[in-house]
C-alpha cells in the first residue's frame, strides 16, 4: 500500500509487526495518543477499533467452529477480546515504549498499565480500518490473533492453561498443580517471571516465563498439561 508520509523509524517496526502501511500516519499517530497528551488521542479510535475486532474474532469462529452453539462462541469471544489477551498482544508489539502519554500519566506507569495497553490495540484497529477499509482491519486482526486462533480447541472454547489442568486433576481426584516462582529478572517495571508448574502425582515439572506472574504460570500450566498422556 502506498505512503504518502513516511512514518518515524519507531512506528515502522510497529508497521512491520503489525504487516500494514498506513496512507494516512496520522490516523496512526492518534492511535498511539494517550488522552493525558493531548488531542487528537486514540479514544474515539478505542471505540472504534473495539466493534471492528469484536466484529472479526466472531466471525473467525463462526467459520472455524461450524458446530458449536451460540454460547460458547460468545465465551470464547469474551476470552479473546478480553484486557488481558488485548495487553498481551500490546506487550508483543512493545506498544508501551511507543505511546505517546503526559508526564503525569507516564510517571505513575501508565505505559504499563493493562487497560492503556488494551485500549491502544483496539485503537489501532480502528485506525487500520478507517485507512484502509474492514478487509485490511480484518488481515491485521488474523494476524494479531494467528497463533491464538489456531491453538484453540472446540471441547476447551475459553478456557484457560490452568482452568484446563484444573479441572483435568480434580476430575481424576488428584492434588492440584503448585506454581512456584523460580526466579525474577530484569527492572522493576518490567520484570520477568519464571514459574515452575508441579504435579506431584503425575511426576510432572515444567517451567516457563512471562512478563508476569499470572502470564508465567499460564505458560508453565499449558507446558504441563501438553506433558500429560491423554490417553
Known amino acids: 500500500m502506498a505512503v504518502k508520509n513516511s512514518p518515524s523509524p519507531v512506528f515502522q517496526t510497529l508497521l512491520t509487526r503489525l504487516d500494514y502501511q498506513f496512507s494516512q500516519p496520522q490516523l ?48 470464547v469471544r469474551s476470552h479473546l477480546v478480553k484486557e488481558s489477551t488485548l495487553c498481551e498482544l500490546a506487550i508483543s508489539l512493545h506498544l ?12 505513575s506507569g501508565g505505559q504499563h498499565r493493562p487497560s492503556v495497553l488494551a ?53 481424576r481426584k488428584m492434588a492440584l498443580p503448585q506454581y512456584t516462582v523460580v526466579s525474577t529478572s530484569g527492572e522493576a517495571h518490567r520484570q520477568t517471571f519464571r514459574v515452575e508448574c508441579t504435579i506431584e502425582a503425575l511426576q510432572i515439572r515444567s517451567e516457563a516465563e512471562g512478563s508476569s506472574r499470572r502470564v508465567a504460570e499460564q505458560l508453565a500450566a499449558e507446558a504441563a498439561y501438553k506433558l500429560i498422556d491423554h490417553d
Open 28 to 75: 496512526l499517530r492518534q492511535a498511539l495518543t494517550h488522552r493525558s497528551y493531548g488531542t487528537p488521542n486514540y479514544e474515539r479510535l478505542e471505540f472504534l477499533g473495539d466493534s471492528v475486532l469484536n466484529c472479526v474474532i466472531a466471525t473467525q469462529l463462526y467459520r472455524r467452529f461450524p458446530d458449536i452453539p451460540e454460547g460458547d462462541l460468545s465465551r
Open 96 to 107: 508501551g515504549d511507543i505511546l505517546k502519554l503526559g508526564d503525569g500519566e507516564m510517571k
Open 119 to 171: 485500549d491502544a490495540v483496539e485503537a489501532l484497529i480502528g485506525a487500520v480500518y478507517l485507512d484502509g477499509g474492514f478487509a485490511a482491519a480484518e488481515s491485521v486482526v488474523d494476524g494479531l490473533y494467528s497463533a491464538l486462533l489456531t491453538g484453540l480447541e472446540p471441547d476447551n472454547l475459553g478456557k484457560d492453561a490452568k482452568t484446563l489442568l484444573q479441572e483435568y486433576l480434580q476430575g
